[in-house]
């Protein structure tokens, strides 16, 4: 059972509907929210019920940094719908994890070779977004087995790039299907090392449907003398001598994108600190919004919970300019004076709301940092 959304999604005034099922109205009010963020519902990792974070696709430092400084900068001025750290527009940042298969057995095109087909779903963004970036990185972590191994000759292996242009026909040289992109050799050492390369048309194309195939990486193990080429040990097969294990491979697209429906330029005014001073008056009000109490916590990594606050209060007659009252508001508290049950009094609403920046999974189990907006009161004003 989920506690109460309602001091978030609802202003007081409309507290009278409350008539109606309190449980559908929760689920609906949770279903719009979810949807904005371009999830179909919460996102679970596949097959599984509530499974720990910790169990789930890791969260790069990159995108960790990148959370924490943005969470500084919403106190202050800057560049809305900006990612400064790629010098793009955007105010969504995905890292679209590879679905591809690691191909058994040995490569049809060199037979030292060893192929990963790499694979980004890119229906994960959403239409009304256009795409800034798409930037594409292999990690590629070795452990040598025997410290031994890492005495001996250099260790490299030859990366070649290459998109998949069609589906290859069973019998076809899959060969004439592809078009290198990138050839290139990798250190293997027992730090991790990476490749990138800026796929953003590339993966443009890949949004239209029936249009991505994917990528092949072939890898070729690379020795100091050219005939004592080591052949790769696939899999978990013992490592006999000499051979070079596979290094074990992570890809991820990384996917700036602007949502421009979401993109008003509001900035918070500088952390504003809410008196505590007791008063019926229409002002805003401290509430720390705990993901945890709305049951949120599976899939958002980041923040727990923050300071939302809400509007609350009386807006009586004669309405002081403090309320922010529009012309109609102070009219309305005027009638209100002279009839009290005919007319209500104006409510006390956000009028001005700031964002902040979430770190959360997608329906996919991608990691996804948002700038998400209108999340925080900053003002209240009687409308
Ligand atoms: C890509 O993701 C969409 C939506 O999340 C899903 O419906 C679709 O089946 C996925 N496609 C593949 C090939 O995994
Ligand atoms: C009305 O706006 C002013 C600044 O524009 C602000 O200082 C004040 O707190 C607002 N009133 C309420 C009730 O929030």
């Known amino acids: 059972m989920r506690p109460d959304l309602t001091p978030l999604l609802f202003a007081v005034c409309f507290l009278d509907v409350w008539d109606l099922s309190h449980v559908e109205e929760m689920q609906s009010q949770e279903r719009i929210f979810l949807s904005s963020l371009g999830l179909s519902g919460q996102p679970r990792a596949a097959g599984t019920h509530l499974q720990p974070l910790q169990a789930r696709s890791h969260v790069p430092s990159a995108l960790w940094r990148m959370f924490r400084r943005s969470e500084k900068l919403?106190?202050?001025?800057?560049?809305?719908?900006?990612?400064?750290?790629?010098?793009?527009?955007?105010?969504?940042?995905?890292?679209?994890?590879?679905?591809?298969?690691?191909?058994?057995?040995?490569?049809?095109?060199?037979?030292?070779?060893?192929?990963?087909?790499?694979?980004?779903?890119?229906?994960?963004?959403?239409?009304?977004?256009?795409?800034?970036?798409?930037?594409?990185?292999?990690?590629?972590?070795?452990?040598?087995v025997r410290s031994a191994e890492l005495?001996?000759?250099?260790?490299?292996?030859?990366?070649?790039?290459?998109?998949?242009?069609?589906?290859?026909l069973r019998g076809a040289d899959p060969q004439a299907n592809r078009r290198l992109l990138l050839s290139q050799s990798v250190q293997l050492q027992p730090e991790p090392t990476s490749v990138t390369l800026d796929l953003t048309s590339l993966a443009e194309n890949w949004r239209k449907p029936g249009r991505n195939y994917g990528l092949v990486l072939e890898l070729l193990p690379l020795s100091a003398e050219p005939q004592d080429l080591l052949p790769f040990h696939p899999g978990n097969s013992l490592p006999l001598e000499p051979a070079l294990i596979l290094p074990l491979i992570q890809a991820s697209l990384v996917a700036v994108s602007l949502n421009p429906q979401q993109c008003r330029s509001r900035q918070r005014r500088s952390a504003i600190h809410l008196p505590v001073t007791p008063s019926n008056v229409c002002k805003a009000r401290r509430l720390y919004i705990d993901f945890k109490d709305v049951g949120?916590?599976?899939?958002?990594?980041?923040?727990?919970?923050?300071?939302?606050?809400?509007?609350?209060?009386?807006?009586?007659?004669?309405?002081?300019?403090?309320?922010?009252?529009?012309?109609?508001?102070?009219?309305?508290?005027?009638?209100?004076?002279?009839?009290?049950?005919?007319?209500?009094?104006?409510?006390?609403?956000?009028?001005?709301?700031?964002?902040?920046?979430?770190?959360?999974?997608?329906?996919?189990?991608?990691?996804?940092?948002?700038?998400?907006q209108d999340m925080v009161v900053d003002e209240c004003g009687c409308r």
């Open 296 to 372: 949120w916590q599976d899939w958002i990594i980041a923040p727990q919970g923050y300071m939302a606050n809400y509007c609350h209060g009386e807006c009586p007659f004669p309405l002081s300019e403090s309320l922010n009252g529009t012309n109609h508001a102070i009219l309305q508290t005027l009638v209100h004076s002279l009839d009290p049950h005919g007319t209500p009094q104006p409510c006390c609403v956000p009028i001005r709301l700031s964002p902040i920046s979430m770190l959360y999974y997608d329906n996919n189990d991608n990691v996804v940092l948002r700038h998400y």
């Open 74 to 144: 919403h106190t202050q001025e800057s560049e809305p719908c900006t990612v400064s750290e790629y010098g793009v527009r955007g105010n969504i940042i995905r890292y679209v994890q590879d679905q591809g298969r690691l191909v058994s057995g040995w490569s049809s095109s060199c037979q030292a070779c060893v192929e990963k087909q790499l694979y980004f779903n890119m229906s994960v963004l959403q239409p009304v977004e256009l795409l800034s970036l798409a930037q594409l990185e292999v990690n590629f972590h070795w452990k040598p």
């Open 151 to 168: 005495l001996q000759a250099p260790r490299a292996l030859g990366v070649s790039l290459y998109k998949v242009m069609r589906a290859t």
